[in-house]
Each structure stands twice: as C-alpha cells, then as structure tokens.
C-alpha cells in the first residue's frame, strides 16, 4: 500500500481531514481492488494540491486575481479522474474499473478535457461562482451535509444559510443557462433554447411535446435542462454528473451514505470545523494533534464510510448484501423463497386460537403459517383444522410507459397508483437488458447493476390516499429495451398495470 499524501502545512493538513474520504471513495469507483484505490487517491489528492500550490503562486506573482476554478473536493475529485487516464494511457489501465476504462477511451470523456465552450454546462456553471459560493453548493447538494455543518464549516451565519444556499442555486441557474446560451449549438437546439428557459423556471408548467422529444435526443440540452430545473430534485445528480462524469451517480449515492454515519456520530465526538489550531484562540496545542493523529482518523473515516456506503444502492436492511456497481444483478424479489419445514405437531400442544378469515397481520406476511391445508393422519380428529391465510392485495399499481425511442436510448414515464397515503416515497424497479438511467424529473435516481431506485422530489413527496404519482427519465440501452420487472413501492411489492 502507498504512503497517504503528507500534508505540508496546517491549512493543507484541514484540506486532507475534509476531502480525504470523498477522494478515497471515488477512486474506489474508478478501481478494482482496495489497494490500487488506495494509490489512485494517493496520487490524485498530491495532484491536486500541487495544482492549487501552482494557482495560488500565480496569485502572488501576477495581477492579484484568481483564476476561476472548482471548489477543493471536486478539484481533487477530477484529480482522480486525471490521474486515472494517465495509469491507462500509461500501461496500468487493468487496475482500474472496466467500465471507467471504455469511458476514458469514448467520446464522453472528450466533453470533459476537450475546448471549455463544449464542456458539461454543470461545470462551467460551478467554476464561475465565486468559490465560497460553488463550495456551499456542493457541500450541500453533492456531499449531503447538513445544513447546520456547512454553515459552520464555511464561518456562515445558521440561520440564513438557507437562504445563502436558495441564491446560490440561483446563481448557478444563471451561469448554466449563459454557459449553454454560449455552447456551440446547431439551429434546432438554440430555436429549443429560450423555450427550455422558460419551461424550466417555473414548478408547474408543462414540457411540450416536442422539446420533450427534442431532450430525449440531445444530450447537451438535457444536460442543461437537468441544471436549469431547480425544483425537480436533480440538481445533486447534475452536478456530479457534470463534473466527474462516469460514476457519478454512484458517487453520489456513496456521499448520501456516508453523510448518513456522521449523522450517527454523538455531537461530542465529532470534530469541531471551526477550530484550527491556531494559538491566538488559545487552542497551542490542538496544531501538533491536528498533524500527528491526521492520517489514523483519516482512515478510520475512510474504512467506516466506504464501509457503509459499499452497501447496495436503496438497501438499508439487516439482510442487505454488499454489492460493487458493475457487480451482479439484483435478485428478482418476486420470486419465491423456499418453504422452511415445520416441526411435527404436537399432541399435547394448546390449541391455537384461529385468525379471523381474511385477516392478516404483518407478522403473516413475515411468517405464513406452514402448516398444509386439510387433515393428516398425525392430527388428532378433535384438533381444530389450522387457519387459512391468503396473500395481502399490493397497495400499489404501476404503469410504465415507453414514451419515445432511438437507437442508444430511450425515454420512459413510470406512473404509481397507491391506495394509502405517502409521506414520502422511493420506487424501485430492475432492467432485463443493461438499461442505464441518466436523466430524471420529478425523482432523483440511483443505480446499481440492473436495480433502480428513484426517490421523491421535496415537492412531490405527499401522495394522498388512492393517490397518483408519476415521474419520467431519459436512459441508454443497447438491443433490446424489455419492459422492467420487480417494481416496488417503498419496498413493497407493486402490481403491474
């Protein structure tokens, strides 16, 4: 294993405490094993640190200006990116994710290097914030911090953070939509250009059929739209996927997991952002502890939050099984589970007293009553004959719908029909054929494998009783494009329309 990045001084000694389990995570994506992770994120974190030594000289030296750039971790995070194009290029690609490997050698990855007027809109919109601006975004949208630990973290005033972070979605709305205004566009995308705009801006209008058509065809303007949507809960999804690219998603998913450990912490262990060390707050000795434990509580976090955020997408359960992206396909839960064998029956055991018919409780879904139906020579004739059971109705109908379809891809509407009330809500559902999920309105999507989960909206989370739900999405397919299996409805099992 590498030696981990030494700090060269206090500030970058904060900078590696911060930033170094969301690099660790994500160079755990682009690898395939532990160790080479481990040497991935080594080399990005002192790649990327040498960048901002270089920026921060020419400060110095030149005009007093700063040159726009990303905020620290996903600066550290393309790092990675970066660093694992040069093990490919360079002969060592067969330690790196297959997947990550025929991306890097595919057109996509050119928009990411390639001239800055073609790049995502997400990235060039987050590059010209101001970095304290693009920095509360990403800590709050990507890394999903809490609101009170950012604002501490960034010397902000609690009780308007929120308010800071609804400007900032808003300034970042008006620099993707310039930086898509000012991208190379052909004459259908810029005569789709103010309709998208004005489409966008509001919560409640409707996206016309043709510009719905025209998403479902062009990237770019689905890249923009995605960014231009504030209020249809893809602006985390739009970010990450605009400035890592492959993986995105995934990590993601990955940072909501670990935001989700450090949430557990108790308040008096965890770490205070505010204090620095710095010997004019009389804290003299908290500099020398900062250097000395940084690397072991760097790595503890790392193991506990990769731990944790390992675990299959959209699983939280005590039965859930650890699962890597690329890895197997997610069983079909529909199918049924094995019949446990029941002890023989008792004579002397008490009569048990019978469920009223067509009644059944959770514990009948868990436990259905083994016992076979009908009298057996081992049941004595006076013994009361055990209760039928029958399978609870689902609560929830789905409908899937495959609006509009192209060679590579495809758009789809999925709509639920429940019969209880929903405080939230997250539908999940399995692909036959390698679907992958890229854009999506009025849910946020996760993916792992064949598996899919979309989440509510913060608008759309309330469903009333025998209530209606819908939301559509934008995916890539190959030969085929099967109708999907194993809906569910918070995990419980939907009917098919």
């Known amino acids: 294993m590498s030696d981990l990045p030494t700090p060269q001084d206090a500030a970058e000694a904060a900078l590696f405490s911060e930033c170094w389990d969301a690099v660790l995570s994500y160079a755990d994506l682009c690898t395939s094993g532990s160790q080479a992770a481990n040497q991935l994120a080594t080399e990005?974190?002192?790649?990327?640190?040498?960048?901002?030594?270089?920026?921060?000289?020419?400060?110095?030296?030149?005009?007093?200006?700063?040159?726009?750039?990303?905020p620290m971790i996903p600066l550290l995070l393309t790092a990675v990116r970066t660093t694992a194009a040069g093990w490919d290029a360079g002969g060592v690609g067969h330690r790196l994710d297959p997947g990550l490997r025929l991306w890097l050698n595919s057109g996509k990855a050119a928009r990411y290097t390639g001239p800055p007027l073609q790049r995502p809109v997400a990235l060039r919109g987050l590059r010209d914030l101001q970095e304290a601006d693009a920095t509360l975004l990403w800590l709050t949208e990507v890394e999903a911090l809490p609101l009170s630990a950012v604002a501490r973290r960034l010397g902000l005033d609690p009780g308007v953070a929120a308010q800071e972070v609804d400007q900032v979605r808003a300034l970042l709305r008006d620099r993707c939509r310039r930086a898509h205004l000012?991208?190379?566009?052909?004459?259908?995308?810029?005569?789709?250009?103010?309709?998208?705009?004005?489409?966008?801006?509001?919560?409640?209008?409707?996206?016309?059929?043709?510009?719905?058509?025209?998403?479902?065809?062009?990237?770019?303007?689905?890249?923009?739209?995605?960014?231009?949507?504030?209020?249809?809960?893809?602006?985390?999804?739009?970010?990450?996927?605009?400035?890592?690219?492959?993986?995105?998603?995934?990590?993601?998913?990955?940072?909501?997991?670990?935001?989700?450990?450090?949430?557990?912490?108790?308040?008096?262990?965890?770490?205070?952002?505010?204090?620095?060390?710095?010997?004019?707050?009389?804290?003299?000795?908290?500099?020398?502890?900062?250097?000395?434990?940084?690397?072991?509580?760097?790595?503890?976090?790392?193991?506990?939050?990769?731990?944790?955020?390992?675990m299959p997408f959209g699983d939280s359960g005590e039965n859930g099984t650890a699962a890597h992206e690329e890895g197997q396909p997610v069983a079909d839960p529909t199918l049924p589970l094995p019949a446990a064998t029941p002890p023989p029956p008792s004579s002397s055991a008490p009569t048990s007293h019978p469920t009223p018919k067509g009644t059944t409780t959770k514990e009948d879904r868990k436990n259905p009553d083994p016992e076979p139906?009908?009298?057996?020579?081992?049941?004595?004739?006076?013994?009361?004959?055990?209760?039928?059971?029958?399978?609870?109705?689902?609560?929830?109908?789905?409908?899937?719908?495959?609006?509009?379809?192209?060679?590579?891809?495809?758009?789809?509407?999925?709509?639920?029909?429940?019969?209880?009330?929903?405080?939230?809500?997250?539908?999940?559902?399995?692909?036959r054929d390698g679907q992958q999920v890229g854009q999506m309105w009025d849910a946020t999507a996760t993916q792992t494998g064949t598996r899919v989960t979309a989440t509510a909206a913060d608008y759309n989370k309330s469903v009333p009783e025998n209530g209606t739900l819908t939301f559509g999405f934008l995916a890539s397919r190959h030969d085929r494009n099967s109708t999907p299996y194993a809906f569910t409805l918070n995990d419980e099992t939907c009917a098919a329309a």
């Open 44 to 70: 990005a974190f002192t790649l990327g640190m040498r960048e901002v030594r270089a920026a921060e000289s020419s400060v110095v030296r030149g005009t007093g200006r700063r040159t726009p750039r990303l």
């Open 182 to 310: 000012d991208s190379p566009m052909d004459a259908e995308c810029r005569s789709y250009a103010r309709l998208l705009d004005a489409v966008t801006r509001s919560t409640a209008a409707d996206t016309p059929d043709d510009l719905s058509r025209h998403l479902a065809t062009c990237v770019r303007c689905a890249d923009a739209a995605a960014c231009l949507r504030l209020h249809g809960g893809g602006l985390p999804a739009a970010l990450a996927g605009g400035v890592l690219g492959w993986g995105g998603l995934a990590y993601l998913e990955r940072r909501r997991r670990a935001a989700e450990v450090r949430l557990g912490a108790s308040p008096d262990t965890t770490a205070d952002p505010e204090d620095t060390g710095d010997p004019k707050d009389g804290r003299t000795g908290r500099h020398r502890v900062l250097r000395n434990g940084l690397l072991a509580t760097a790595v503890l976090l790392s193991v506990v939050a990769l731990g944790v955020s390992m």
């Open 373 to 431: 139906q009908g009298s057996s020579s081992s049941t004595p004739d006076d013994a009361a004959p055990p209760p039928t059971t029958t399978a609870p109705a689902p609560t929830c109908r789905v409908e899937y719908g495959v609006d509009d379809e192209w060679s590579e891809g495809f758009q789809a509407t999925v709509t639920v029909h429940t019969t209880e009330p929903l405080s939230d809500w997250h539908v999940g559902w399995s692909f």
